[in-house]
């Protein structure tokens, strides 16, 4: 069964800073990846998605991830943090079969100014 | 458009109410989900549709009973809930193919008094 690890369940950042959220995960063969963004209260919004091909996806707002096989992860970067970008973040897999989403336990991003 | 909706935003009701939340979707996707999501907790699936049909009952209790009257639209109904089925309500949409990217609406806060 597909699992996703995100190490850190709370990151704090000053505005301006660069940003790197972790994520891992488990499955057999190359899964399809996501990060959703989550505003208190709000629903999710995709950032971006790895299907196949370039190992380095842009994604809205900013952010990109890149997917290394060989450690198993898809962490999510983004040069410059605005206070803007404060919410939930979460690292979500779905295998090749189309089976369900697998989501993981998140990680909240402060912003301080 | 690529927005899915759902109200109410907020709802409050009785351990012996019965009320429902509402869901749609125009872009034309054939794939429907309802998500129970708890603070600080990533969304746990409860109900896939697929092409109007249910395809997918994650062992949710019979008080909530979802419905898909067509293909823009999925209502979940709530009947005789328990105060730990608070909690924020999300629906999603997809093609069934892709079943991985999955558009989420904002999502309605529930609380059971």
């Known amino acids: 069964a597909q699992s996703v690890t995100q190490p850190d369940i709370h990151i704090t950042v000053s505005e301006g800073a660069s940003l790197e959220l972790r994520c891992n995960y488990s499955y057999g063969a190359t899964p399809y990846l996501f990060w959703y963004v989550q505003s208190p209260g709000q629903g999710l919004q995709l950032l971006l998605k790895?299907?196949?091909?370039?190992?380095l996806v842009q994604g809205i707002k900013g952010f990109e991830a890149e997917f290394k096989r060989s450690q198993s992860s898809f962490n999510l970067r983004k040069p410059s943090v605005h206070w803007s970008d404060a919410a939930e973040y979460f690292c979500?897999?779905?295998?090749?079969?189309?089976?369900?989403?697998?989501f993981g336990e998140g990680t909240q991003l402060t912003v301080n100014p | 458009d690529t927005e899915v909706t759902q109200t109410p935003k907020h709802l409050v009701m009785g351990m012996t109410n019965k009320k429902s939340l509402k869901c749609e979707q125009h872009m034309g996707h054939r794939a429907m989900y309802w998500y129970k999501q708890k603070a600080k907790k990533p969304p746990e699936l409860m109900f896939v549709y697929s092409y109007e049909k249910l395809s997918i009952n994650e062992s949710v209790p019979s008080r909530f009973s979802p419905e898909c009257p067509n293909s823009s639209l999925l209502n979940l109904h709530l009947h005789a809930l328990q105060p730990e089925d608070s909690a924020l309500y999300l629906c999603?949409?997809?093609?069934?193919?892709?079943?991985?990217?999955?558009?989420f609406g904002p999502g309605t806060r529930l609380t059971v008094t």
């Open positions: 790895y299907f196949s091909g370039d190992t």
């Open positions: 999603a949409s997809s093609q069934p193919r892709l079943d991985y990217e999955q558009y």
């Open positions: 979500a897999v779905v295998g090749t079969s189309g089976s369900r989403l697998t």
